[in-house]
């Protein structure tokens, strides 16, 4: 018997994304996927899964073997779902390059550094009501409002058009909390933004939406052209799509993490030097997406096993933060260690291309936090924790600020 | 296989062997320089790949695309002789590259 079906014995490891015992603390059983079955077969629902931070450094660039043209969402790829041309995250090259470099040019660091005195002012906004109350909630008054305001701005769209733009767009996107992800979501091609979109290729400024409606470029055949405006359209979806609960989630964390951990909240407060810092630890710690998955295109050989071409399989980047070999003393918090940095933002092609805006994000929001709220407590009772194979983190996280 | 030695901001050495044909980012991930992270894996996007090539290396490690010099704006630290070393190719005529590492990527 080889190893990947060995551990489908009775007190063999056993993980799903699914499983909300497991998903509360995966923590444990990642350790033990990643010492007992690194490449690891799960039977109850068909896909594998790698666990170690080599062997995920190693395989997710290898696109030619591990595909993203069935998505990268574990339950997408097993429905085989039509997707639509111009939804890059899910498109391999050649359609990926040019897409992804087209919006590369438009989405660059500088530009979303250029950002951070206004997502500074939105945190003000958040957060200064809030000033003497004795609970605050770092998803409902914080972490569900700024990555969507913040892509409002990117995207040019006027303060006041922002929640009608935001309601239309959640609408679309609705579903039952607690059901796996439908179909519907993956298909989504950014009904909402059509008005503003019109509008605003009528009314020309300096926003990603003007950018992308004339940036010139050559497509898969050759031919130099504008963006249409379905692709714009889905553009501005994926990107609002990859760049929203992610970044919530990451606020959410931030919250749990620094409240479980006061003595170094306290160290950071006195020292906002450490705030780059801290936020990459809790990267590291909690990664807002989990795992990533991918189609696999021919077999291929892993730990002296032969993945057959049809299968799914997850990347565990969770666990590969983790990984002792890379992480010395991984399963603990610390804001000072050195080394390596997380794979939280994946590798290769498909690198998140918000990692920069993220990274702002985050800063300035532990920032201006800790500015008016250096000490809070976590209400357990009132936490609630939602995970699903692809996004892990806190529908709500309220604390007490004193 | 060509002989590339980088340096870490803290000073520790590794010199390491590369193959031709592959880039300098390559050689630092596949090798354990953990100064170096490639989160894009070479497709030019991150800046995470950021070296300091030394100065009398300049001219024979090649020039600089438009994607890089626009994102070299990107980096933390920026100098004259700043490059992502994932757009530098590893050749025989580079045997003996010596090549910094920023104090930090991101
Ligand atoms: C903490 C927050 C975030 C995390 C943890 C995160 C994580 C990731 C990961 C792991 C991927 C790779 C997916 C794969 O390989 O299949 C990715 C891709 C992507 N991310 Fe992020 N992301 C975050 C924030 C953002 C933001 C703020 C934006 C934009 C506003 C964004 C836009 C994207 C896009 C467009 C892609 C697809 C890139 C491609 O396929 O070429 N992300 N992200
Ligand atoms: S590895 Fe991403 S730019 Fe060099």
Known sequence: ?402 | MVDITYIESGGEKHVVDVDAGRSVMRGAVENDVRGIIGECGGSCLCATCHVYVDPAWLERVGGKSEAEELLLEEVCDLQSNSRLSCQIKVTEELEGLLVRLPEKQV
């Open chain 1, 1 to 402: 018997m080889d190893k990947a079906t060995e551990a489908q014995g009775s007190d063999a490891v056993y993980w799903d994304p699914y499983r909300p015992d497991i998903g509360e603390n995966p923590y444990p059983t990642f350790r033990r996927l990643r010492e007992e079955a690194p490449l690891y077969y799960n039977q109850a629902y068909d896909f594998y899964a790698l666990s170690r931070f080599a062997d995920i450094e190693t395989h997710l660039g290898d696109i030619e073997t591990f595909s993203s043209a069935r998505s990268d969402i574990l339950e997408f790829i097993k429905e085989d779902i039509d997707i639509p041309k111009g939804m890059f995250i899910w498109e391999d090259p050649p359609l990926h390059t040019v897409y992804r470099n087209v919006v590369a040019r438009v989405f660059t660091p500088k530009r979303m550094n250029d950002l951070e005195n206004q997502i500074r002012e939105y945190c003000a906004r958040c957060l200064d009501p809030l000033v003497g109350a004795e609970r605050i909630d770092f998803i409902a008054d914080l972490g569900a409002k700024l990555p969507g305001g913040v892509i409002g701005m990117l995207l040019g769209i006027p303060d006041e058009e922002r929640d009608v733009v935001r309601e239309r767009v959640e609408a679309a996107l609705r579903t039952e909390t607690g059901k796996p992800m439908d179909v519907s979501q993956a298909t989504y091609q950014g009904e909402g933004y059509e008005d503003y979109l019109d509008w605003r290729a009528k009314n020309p400024s300096d926003d990603l939406m003007t950018t992308l409606l004339g940036v010139e470029f050559k497509d898969e055949t050759g031919t130099t052209r504008k963006l249409t405006r379905e692709e714009v359209l889905i553009f501005v979806n994926v990107i609002a799509g990859a760049g929203n609960e992610t970044t919530s989630r990451l606020i959410g964390w931030t919250g749990k993490i620094l409240g479980d951990h006061p003595e170094q909240r306290r160290q950071i407060a006195a020292d906002p030097g450490l705030i780059p810092a801290a936020i990459e630890e809790i990267l590291r710690f909690e990664p807002p997406g989990p795992a990533v998955a991918r189609y696999v295109t021919k077999d291929v050989e892993i730990r002296g096993q032969t993945v057959p071409a049809g299968s799914a399989i997850l990347f565990l980047l969770a666990s590969a933060n983790r990984d002792e070999e890379r992480f010395p003393d991984g399963d603990s918090f610390n804001v000072h260690r050195e080394g390596p940095p997380h794979i939280t933002f994946g590798r290769g092609i498909h690198s998140c291309l918000g990692s920069a805006l993220a990274r702002v994000e985050g800063r300035v929001a532990l920032d201006e936090i800790l500015k008016r709220f250096p000490d809070w407590t976590v209400d357990t009772q009132g936490a609630k924790l939602s995970s699903s194979s692809s996004t892990r983190g806190w529908d709500t996280m309220p604390a007490y600020t004193r």
